[in-house]
């Protein structure tokens, strides 16, 4: 025993009669041992182990984690199935074939070294399901309803996720209960539905095709309005957008307002343009909305003209109220003009949206090719009795401290002609603010009935 003591006040550390560095010099030595013991002494590697989902494949990849370039092995029975070896991150993968149906409990087992010296083991389950689910049973329904969403019942496999399909789109899923039985809320195009279920279970299997139900839906007239329900599949702009209509993608112009322009190839993105569009975006892409007919039913272009609900507002309106878009409405279809024209009156008075950040004259709308300058559109039949032509020079996306002079134009007469213009702009500009259109050209403007006006100015 003294010639321990004596031989540790030899080192460094222990030499003091401090009994404080003797504990910190203690505390250093210990650590260098655990480290020198670590370095030199083969320990087990860390295992981590993913749980494989269930397969319907006799070929398995079991992927995990363990220490760099360390062996790894794959048994059942104690009897090694496949080997391999980690990357130098850690990450392993061992593939396992020829495996029956079943469940299957394999030992994963990362080891020091190949001679299986020091090893660490994990256990995992394996199941291999080749049997496809029972297809599912739907209850039957009434042939015909006035109900847009219905309820389907039915029972399946269990705890297998069964997928509905309408006209053989799927519209909605739904996991069955332990003992097969489903309930899911559903909604019907309009006209006829073919409705059946699929059922697949957690190793992707799917079973056939359940019994086939066949359901009309007859869409209600409430209070003389007829909306159809669709799905927004893309925005085009501030007011125009694509919609599935039965398995058909259609085009939908809002009525009543207009967006300054982004993807029209007559003229570059309007001040304000980008901003309608994304706002559109949000609200209604992806969606379920309602589509309410005025009078007319398409537009010149063969696109749909519809009044655009979500939920209960009108999305005509809101883009308006916010100052995304302008009140644009032409006879004959002008059901909500007090509407829009109040909505645009609450968002220039708080200079909201392009209010406040382009050059807005509430009385016509000279076209630019770099900013959006709207006007009230008239809304009825009788034309405004004059109209002001603000000259196009450059036009700021703010107000400007002294506005240009204006050349005054009366929608009432006398009879113009396109040499009274300087431009096609500014014809375009009075023929679109008087309320003018191919089919209503007082003044003969448009000599080809193609909306455009003065067109050769």
């Known amino acids: ?5 004596t031989v540790l006040k030899k080192v460094p550390g222990f030499r003091s009669d401090n009994n404080i560095k003797k504990i910190i010099a203690s505390v250093v030595y210990a650590f260098i041992g655990l480290i020198l013991i670590f370095a030199f002494v083969p320990m087990p590697p860390p295992l981590a182990v993913e749980n494989p989902k269930p397969s319907r494949f006799s070929e398995n990849d079991i992927k995990g984690k363990t220490g760099m370039n360390k062996p790894v092995y794959l048994l059942i029975n104690g009897e090694i199935l496949a080997q391999s070896k980690a990357a130098s991150n850690g990450e392993f993968s061992i593939r396992v074939i020829n495996l029956a149906e079943g469940s299957h409990t394999l030992t994963v087992e990362a080891c020091y070294d190949e001679k299986r010296e020091k090893c660490i083991s994990k256990l995992v389950t394996l199941i291999i399901d080749k049997t496809p689910p029972i297809e599912p049973e739907l209850n039957i329904l009434a042939s015909e309803t006035e109900n847009e969403k219905i309820t389907i ?7 297998s996720i069964v997928k509905i399909l309408i006209n053989d789109n ?12 489903f309930k899911q809320e559903i909604t019907l195009y309009e006209g006829q539905n073919t ?24 869409k209600p007239i409430v209070q003389g309005i007829q909306t159809e329900t669709v799905k927004v599949t893309r925005v085009i702009d501030g007011d125009t957008i694509d919609v599935d209509i039965n398995g058909t993608i259609k085009r939908v112009r809002y009525i009543g307002i207009d967006t300054p322009e982004t993807v029209d190839p007559r003229t570059s993105v309007q001040c304000y343009g980008k901003e309608a569009s994304n706002k559109n975006k949000d609200m209604v892409e992806g969606k379920e909305v309602r589509l309410e007919k005025d009078i007319s039913e398409v537009d010149k272009y063969g696109r749909l003209l519809r009044y655009v609900w979500l939920g209960e507002t009108l999305v005509n309106e809101l883009l308006v109220k916010e100052g995304y878009a302008l009140s644009s409405s032409y006879p004959p279809d002008i059901k909500y003009q007090e509407r829009l024209v109040k909505a645009q009156e609450d968002a220039r008075s708080n200079n909201k949206g392009l209010w406040g950040v382009c050059y807005v004259t509430p009385t016509v709308k000279p076209v630019t090719q770099s900013s959006f300058v709207p006007a009230v559109k008239p809304v009825t039949t009788v034309a405004p009795t004059s109209v002001s032509y603000i000259q196009p020079t450059a036009v700021p996306h703010t107000q400007p401290t002294n506005p240009p002079s204006a050349v005054s134009y009366s929608c009432s007469g006398p009879d113009l002609d396109c040499p009274d213009f300087p431009s096609h702009s500014a014809a375009q500009s009075f023929f679109d603010s008087c309320g003018f259109s191919a089919s209503y050209d007082p003044m003969r403007l448009d000599g080809d009935n193609d909306g455009l006006a003065c067109e050769n100015n």
């Open 170 to 181: 799927e519209r909605s899923e739904v996991k069955a209960s332990s003992d097969g039985t």
């Open 153 to 159: 019942e039915g029972t399946g496999e269990s705890e």
């Open 195 to 218: 409705i059946r279920a699929v059922g697949y279970d957690l190793a992707g299997n799917n079973s056939k095709s359940s019994n086939t139900l066949t359901v009309n839906y007859i």
């Open 1 to 5: 025993m003294k010639n321990i003591i």
